[in-house]
């Protein structure tokens, strides 16, 4: 059986400098999807198990196969080794309720921040080193949507609608609590960054836009205010 092998990364690629954010576009049609019952963790299995559209359950088994994959080129191990819990930033709200930001069960590798996002054929994911966290979100723009029914947004048309949603997303994958908590994005700058808060929470957050394949629009959002944002591809080109 085949099993996707880590990263053919260079060591300057798979090493984070600090401060710096690694966004990585991943086309999920181009995934090998060999050897995924190999790889996949029973939690991530017994997931798309429960996903009933052939195609949805397909990419998200090809989406947590670049993940492990990406993750695998900067720890240093097999894909299959890295194991996943998840982290609620405030337990006592939620009552230790089992969600929150994905992270590394302790091992014996580096301290790495990381977020996965998938809609339709594409999925990003981004890492970062300490202090993190990272969030990404990547949505499919479709050709009819109305934000004016979407409070978070707002009376934006079709792409910025998205662009800002994907922000708003982006911030509440980083938090960790999604949108249990109000998030409230500024307009983008000069170089498309845009400042967010969370209600009641003063942290500042930052959103860098992030290129996507046609027809898709993304955000990668940190609390690092001088964040480097590099992007790349994967699978690598034949």
């Known amino acids: 059986m085949h099993i996707p092998a880590p990263l053919s990364l260079s060591p300057a690629r798979a090493v984070l400098a600090p401060d710096e954010i690694h ?35 397909s990419r998200y ?12 080129g900067y720890l240093g191990v097999p894909p299959d080794l890295p194991r996943f819990t998840r982290r609620c930033p405030e337990p006592e709200v939620c009552g230790d309720c089992g969600r929150g930001r994905p992270v590394l069960v302790d091992g014996a590798w580096p301290d790495l921040g990381f977020s996965l996002s998938h809609s339709g054929a594409a999925a990003l994911v981004g890492v970062t080193g300490p202090p993190g966290p990272v969030g990404v979100d ?38 960790g609590t ?17 400042r967010a808060h969370r209600s009641g929470d003063p942290v500042e957050w930052y959103v860098h ?24 591809s994967w699978p690598p080109e034949d």
Do not use: Q
């Open 61 to 72: 088994r090809r989406a947590h196969l670049a993940l492990r994959a990406v993750l695998a």
């Open 178 to 194: 999604g949108l249990r908590t109000p998030v409230s994005v500024g307009d983008p700058g000069t170089d498309g960054l845009r």
């Open 138 to 175: 990547v949505e499919r723009v479709r050709p009819v949507f109305d934000w004016r029914r979407v409070p978070e947004v707002g009376k934006k048309d079709r792409i910025n609608g998205f662009r800002m949603w994907t922000a708003i997303e982006a911030v509440g994958k980083a938090a």
């Open 23 to 57: 966004v990585w576009s991943v086309s999920l049609d181009r995934v090998p999807p060999d050897g995924a019952d190999a790889v996949l963790d029973l939690a991530e299995r017994a997931r798309a198990a429960r996903i009933r559209h052939p195609v949805a359950r």
């Open 209 to 232: 836009p992030v290129d996507c394949p046609d027809g898709y629009v993304g955000s990668v959002a940190t609390a690092m205010p001088g964040a480097e944002v590099s992007a790349f």
